[in-house]
């Protein structure tokens, strides 16, 4: 492990990573409005088990222990996002200053135990309001979500300097409008395109409004997969350039090139009425780094039923983890080494990378020996990108506790810190005493 951390830069940014719903409960508390997750958790049959994030891991109530057990731990960086409506109750309008003050009193908590804040605008929790307004199907809630960033940039923009716009808009475009498995819950492939755009639109827009008001560093988070074929036959070569259309380059085109990749009109067909002159200049901000989520690689083969026209081939033996998702680290540096040579120089920020495994207590202690080893793989891989040349700046465990893990409800556990529900005990599992470990070699090296 000695050896690794000398492969990090001395100014890496490790860290940890976690979701206002996931995680804060206190839904109906201190003026918060209703989001689409709470609206899409209370409706029978879309959570596993019945689960909502109505309470959660009760982070609303328990910030301070939370934040003095990443500090115990030497944790040095966290990733959170925030709750749009705990902000603006009705998406717009209104503001809520008890909403307000609960991320302020968050980011002094951390900031007096030396930990650098890196804050999510935008992880999926849309004021139900705006939903009722047609929600990211309206143009219109790209410019409430400006004016919501402008309101946030505001009150904490003298201490938060690191920004991400969205989280995965892929997700909430696919899952959330095309799939049904996420909220809104809808099934309507021939709005996703729209949805797509709107969501890339007001990202464009909090950035633009960033320029004049912060001096900090702004970036957006993508979901993105390293995407191999499972045969060299010419079906399953077009099945991945489909695949990687759908999974990667629908918002990375966008982002840094300013065009949408024409394989995705052979999926998702759309009529561009809906971009207007200059949307895609404002899309094409510059940014200061980018955000990967990575968990695993995709391998496919042609499949003409798929929306990609491609599915997804798990090989026999191949690890899993309790998501079903292969491990397969060098899937991280291949596709890092992807985006630097396809899309530039731009600084790279790992948002978020963890397993889900099942996890068991034993007199106290949780012995997550896949987990640890997932992680471990994937510090390695980083590594690996950074010597070919890859600007890696920082890197976010996801996550710091266990949390209400969408549709699945608590069924999948991804922290580094077990989480009690009937309790709401924690527990630092043996993957975050080894990156605690990690850490403290880290920093005493550096
Ligand atoms: O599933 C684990 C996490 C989830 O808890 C986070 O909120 C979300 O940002 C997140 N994104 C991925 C990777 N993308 C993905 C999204 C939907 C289905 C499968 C993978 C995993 N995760």
């Not at 709750?83 to 503001?95: A, C, E, L, N």
């Not at 045969?231 to 099945?239: G, H, I, K, P, V």
């Amino acid at each position: 492990m000695t050896s690794l951390v000398k492969r990090f830069p001395r100014h890496f940014a490790w860290g940890v990573a976690t979701a206002s719903y996931q995680i804060e409960g206190a839904v109906n508390e201190d003026g918060r409005g209703a989001s689409i997750w709470d609206v899409f958790s209370h409706t029978p049959g879309k959570i596993l088990h019945g689960d909502t994030g109505d309470i959660a891991c009760d982070h609303y109530h328990r910030m301070r222990e939370d934040v003095n057990l990443m500090s115990q731990l030497g944790i040095s960086n966290y990733r959170f996002s925030i709750s749009w409506p705990r902000i603006f109750p009705m998406g717009y309008g209104q503001k809520n200053s008890r909403g307000l003050d609960f991320y302020d009193q968050l980011t002094d908590q951390l900031l007096q135990e030396n930990i650098e804040p890196l804050v999510t605008l935008y992880h999926w929790d849309l004021p139900q309001a705006l939903q009722e307004k047609g929600g990211w199907i309206n143009r219109d809630t790209a410019f409430y979500f400006r004016d919501y960033a402008v309101t946030v940039f505001d009150k904490l923009g003298d201490r938060v300097h690191n920004w991400i716009t969205h989280n995965e808009p892929w997700v909430t475009t696919v899952a959330g409008h095309i799939q049904g498995r996420h909220a809104p819950g809808l099934k309507q492939p021939n709005v996703a395109r729209k949805v797509a755009h709107h969501l890339l639109l007001s990202h464009g827009l909090a950035v633009e409004s960033y320029r004049d008001m912060g001096k900090g560093r702004i970036g957006i988070t993508l979901n993105l997969h390293p995407v191999y074929p499972a045969s060299s036959r010419e079906e399953d070569l077009t099945a991945q350039q489909l695949h990687d259309a759908f999974h990667n380059t629908w918002f990375l085109d966008p982002v840094f090139t300013g065009t949408y990749p024409e394989e995705l009109d052979e999926i998702l067909p759309f009529d561009n009425d809906f971009i207007a002159e200059g949307d895609l200049n404002l899309i094409q901000q510059p940014l200061d780094f980018l955000g990967v989520n990575y968990y695993a690689p995709h391998r496919v083969r042609w499949n003409p039923d798929e929306i990609s026209h491609a599915s997804l081939v798990i090989l026999p033996e191949e690890p899993i983890t309790s998501m079903g998702w292969p491990v397969d680290a060098k899937g991280l540096t291949d596709l890092l080494i992807r985006i630097h040579y396809d899309y530039g120089p731009i600084p790279i920020i790992i948002t978020e990378n963890g397993a889900a495994y099942e996890d068991v207590v034993e007199d106290g202690q949780i012995h997550d020996a896949l987990r640890q080893h997932y992680l471990e793989m994937h510090w390695d891989a980083l590594a690996n990108s950074i010597e070919q040349g890859v600007p890696v700046h920082g890197y976010y465990v996801w996550s710091f506790l266990d949390n209400f893990e969408w549709a699945l409800g608590y069924s999948k556990r991804f922290g580094i810190v077990y989480v009690d529900y009937l309790t709401q005990q924690r527990i630092v599992k043996d993957s975050g005493l080894a990156y605690s470990r990690f850490l403290r070699e880290f920093y005493e090296y550096h």
